[in-house]
């Protein structure tokens, strides 16, 4: 699995809260109207992009945070506590200024230092991007150096989501300015550099060119915007140069920005079904798309949530080719409500499945093609046999 310090994790990590990168077709989708998708309204609250209590355990948790503020308690212990007993991964409560951030993040802000890492297969952390300009580059460190210690703390063989979380320091509330001490390796030199966290932003798709032609689509996360700039890369792609859209570790986003990303390979046509609360609800490609330029979906461990709506809608429609490893299988649908005091519970309301009607969540997405270190390799290999020249 590979991360990036932009928002593979909310600020903190709360008990019982994993990932929380969304399926956001009711996070976020319509965020600014409170509306969700297939037209069924959501009051929001005044000023707020946040949905006001629906009826169900929604409700149950605000009814134990608005006790616990009679109390003079902590509502967002207490709703954390009545979260945690429906055992469920995703579900999260947030304070009201870690959803502020979080909602932030989707417009492809976060603080950090502006790398990328993934584990490798003997545990250890490998930095895999630097970004140009961020802390991390000025401190000379590398793709391919080792990271071997966060703040004192060693991470060889822990989840790239933990290490992203200690490198944005989302235990201590560390905002832009504070600072962090990395332990880093080069061949057989270790050395150890403080970095000063930065308020970023990123380009969350980025365009690359391979020396046979092949244009490379990189979609990091689907940020506000993501979308529109997936089709406008595509439309200036030459006539007689095959793609690859390239999805590795990339954790999800808004489900709006996944839709029109899918839309630019795609002429109309379904693109996933929920459900919420039990009502069926169905995504739509829009019209237009480019449907005969041969096209590889890369994936791998890190591709999550909305990534694999895109990965399932263009593989069961026969418009790509999936190639690299099976993906993490996060096809659940979250809700947010917000709370009394103005912190957000997040709950798990339905699933996603393909346009095949396969369903994603636990199971993930098998390529069609199994390829891990040499993956860009297999994919550019695949394109030739579609026709790529």
Known sequence: MSGRDLFCQPRRMRRGAALTLVFASVLVAGAATGTLPGGEQREPSPGSTRAAAPAGRHSEIAEAAAKAMAEGKSPVEAAERAVSRSGNRWDAVYTEGEFEEFEESLDGEYTGVGLSARRERDGRIEVTEVRTGSPAASAGIRAGDRLVRVDGAKVEGRPVTEVVSLLRGDATDADAGSTVRLGLERGTRAWDTELRRARLTTDSVTVGELAD??????????????????????????????????????????????????????????????????????????????????????????TMSAAELVTGALQDRGRAVVVGSRTFGKGSVQMPTELPDGSVAELTVGHYRTPAGRGVDGRGITPDLEADEHALDRAETVLTGLGQS
Do not use: C, M, W
Request: proline share 2%; no cysteine; hydrophobic share 45%.
């Open 213 to 302: 032609g092949v244009t490379v689509i990189r979609i990091a996360a689907f940020t506000k915007g993501s979308g529109k700039a997936v089709r406008e890369a595509v439309e200036a792609v030459p006539a007689d140069s095959g793609i690859v859209l390239d999805l590795r570790g990339n954790s999800g986003g808004l489900v709006t920005e996944a839709v029109t990303a899918a839309s630019a390979f795609l002429d109309g046509g379904l693109v996933a079904t929920y459900d919420v609360d039990g009502e069926q609800q169905a995504l739509h490609a829009e019209s237009g798309g480019d449907t005969t330029r041969p096209l590889v979906a890369l994936v791998d461990g890190g």
